[in-house]
């Protein structure tokens, strides 16, 4: 049984796409669900439609982990908009991925999923949003790996888009992710439960991997502010410690490690220029869309420099940078400035 099953209600929909879909890396898959939800409704003109691309270990619920920008009380209203949000190939929420049955061994793929990219999880998007019969997106927004996937369906399909919002995301994936992300995958593979095939392999991995997460996507000023025990006599049981712990624990209960490993590869695998002459400012100069562009001054993991770069870059682009002590997780948490500069820009 699916430990996610509890998310795979009846509010989530899926689209069966029955014929083949090849991989970037020529690997075929002999079909693919995409598992979706939508909000609102659209209008006649289908001029509505604003499509949100989630980041690592979120779902197509968007409501649900972006409230304040999702939602009668945020920017995207569903009595104003028809809103999509898909999950990515390769994750746990519904999608085909590793928790999902191989076709023709009739077996859970587990270990044996094959490699995507970030441009695969677009390609399957657009399947689906050709299925939904929109012909032009109104809006497209991604944070983070959600941003990566924006940035690619632009790039492969710049006349569908209408407008681009973007946070905390950037133009290729830095060394510096990639270094975490590796460091992320050597917890998970050091885990002696690792590739076995059932829903827990890899667990206590998985809990490591999110550690060593949580550092990246936060930073020492708020975990210095937050977890700071109060007693100076403690030798063990640190409140940093017991925080870290917790969000180990809190990932393992709503997540996968093969997802995990698997995404943590599709972000590495994150390059607009490859395959388009190798010059990702190349491919932005191309952008035809009005875009909005938010950094979060105190993010380790995507820079503010990494925006300024798409700023620089992408022609009709406006450049906002706001000020948060959460770090990269900003772009969640920041949901009342996020929805108010969209409500001003767009």
């Known amino acids: 049984m699916n430990p996610f099953a509890d998310f795979l209600n009846s509010t989530m929909q899926l689209f069966n796409y029955t014929s083949p879909f090849e991989l970037e890396n020529g690997e075929i898959l002999p079909q693919v669900t995409i598992a979706y939800h939508t909000y609102g409704e659209l209008n006649s003109e289908k001029s509505n439609v604003i499509w949100i691309c989630h980041a690592l270990t ?34 746990c929420y519904g999608s085909t991925g590793p928790l999902t049955v191989d076709p023709l061994s009739k077996q859970l793929y587990f270990s044996n999923f094959p490699a995507v990219t970030i441009r695969d999880m677009v390609r399957a998007h657009i399947l689906l949003q050709k ?19 924006a940035l690619e369906w632009c790039a492969m399909e710049n006349e569908t888009i209408g407008n681009l919002f973007l946070v905390g995301t950037s133009a290729t994936e830095s060394a510096w992710g990639i270094a975490v992300h590796t460091s992320q995958r050597l917890a998970i593979e050091a885990d002696s439960s690792w590739r076995a095939h059932h829903h827990n392999a890899g667990q206590k991995g998985l809990k490591a991997a999110r550690a060593i997460g949580v550092i990246s996507y936060r930073n020492y000023g708020i975990l210095v502010e937050k977890q700071t025990d109060p007693d100076p006599e403690k030798l063990d049981n640190y409140k940093a410690s017991s925080y870290i712990k917790y969000q180990g624990d809190k990932l393992v209960n709503r997540f996968n490690a093969y997802s ?32 909005l562009i938010i950094g979060i001054t105190t993010d380790i993991l995507c820079p503010l420099h990494e925006q300024e770069f798409l700023a620089e870059h992408i022609p009709n682009s406006t450049l906002l940078k706001i000020d948060s002590p959460y770090g990269h997780d900003g772009f969640i948490t920041e949901s009342a400035k996020i929805s108010k500069a969209l409500a001003e820009w767009l």
């Not at 999702?70 to 949000?85: E, H, L, M, R």
């Not at 299925?131 to 996937?149: A, E």
Request: proline share 4%.
């Open 131 to 149: 299925h939904l019969g929109i012909d032009r997106i109104h809006l497209l927004m991604g944070g983070s790996m959600g941003g990566y996937q």
């Open 260 to 291: 995990y490993w698997l995404l943590t590869k599709s972000m590495d695998s994150h390059h607009l220029g490859r395959g388009r002459g190798g010059k990702p400012e190349k491919v932005l100069k191309i952008f035809k869309q009005k875009t």
């Open 58 to 91: 979120a779902n197509s619920d968007a409501e649900s982990w972006w409230p304040g920008v999702i939602g009668k009380n945020g920017f995207a209203d569903p009595s104003k908009f028809f809103i999509v949000c898909a999950n990515i190939v390769g994750s």
